[in-house]
């Protein structure tokens, strides 16, 4: 584990640079999970690191492998400066530990609630899982083990969240396309959804 997370640490910092700032996270019952916040202009950017150490393994399945299944960590990049978003470290950290937690499989297109706020006053109780491979490549590891997936999350108002579960998460990230949505706006507004 402390082999994968040594590469996946050096992979976010190929792509991100240095972190400026990090926090240990744990929760009883799992493993630690860092969160690395990286400056980018304007934009800031926290990483996961821990979650991909064990891969996510299907809730139904009644023993996890400890090789096969899906890694991944979470990215999210907001603007800084507008909010006091430095208090999304833990509910990150949340977020990232729920695979280990409650058996679910994170993936690009789930919707992820935290059911509170993602920093104090934050719009955004819950976030959508969007494609690997943008910002920060995915990491190839010996086969058996599957890639780690670094995965974007988007914050989603608790409106959008629902709109989401009715129409699906494509039909989000286009309406929030069409209507030229900040995803980054720490204090951006629900989208039109009529």
């Known amino acids: 584990m402390a082999e994968i997370l040594a590469l996946v640490e050096a992979r976010l910092v190929s792509a991100?640079?240095?972190?400026?700032a990090r926090a240990d996270v744990t929760f009883l019952g799992t493993d630690r999970v860092q969160v690395l916040r990286f400056l980018d202009g304007d934009i800031v950017r926290y990483a996961t690191?821990?979650?991909s150490g064990a891969p996510m393994a299907d809730p139904t399945s009644p023993l996890a492998d400890p090789v096969k299944g899906p890694r991944a960590e979470l990215v999210l990049s907001v603007r800084g400066g507008l909010a006091d978003t430095d208090q999304v470290l833990r509910p990150?950290?949340?977020?990232?530990a729920s695979p280990q937690v409650e058996g679910v499989i994170v993936a690009p297109g789930a919707s992820l609630d935290l059911g509170e706020p993602l920093w104090p006053g934050a719009p955004f109780t819950s976030v959508l899982v969007?494609?690997?491979g943008g910002?920060?490549?995915?990491?190839?590891l010996d086969e058996p083990m599957e890639p780690v997936r670094f995965l974007p999350l988007l914050p989603m108002t608790p409106n959008e969240a629902a709109w989401k579960r009715v129409r699906g998460?494509?039909?989000l990230q286009e309406r929030w396309l069409t209507h030229g949505t900040?995803?980054?706006d720490p204090l951006r507004t629900s989208v039109p959804l009529d």
Not at 92 to 96: D, G, I, Q, R
């Open 16 to 20: 991100l640079g240095e972190p400026d």
């Open 49 to 51: 690191l821990g979650m």
């Open 92 to 96: 990150l950290a949340v977020l990232a």
């Open 130 to 132: 969007a494609e690997s």
């Open 135 to 140: 910002l920060v490549e995915d990491l190839e």
């Open 169 to 171: 998460a494509q039909e």
């Open 182 to 184: 900040d995803v980054r």
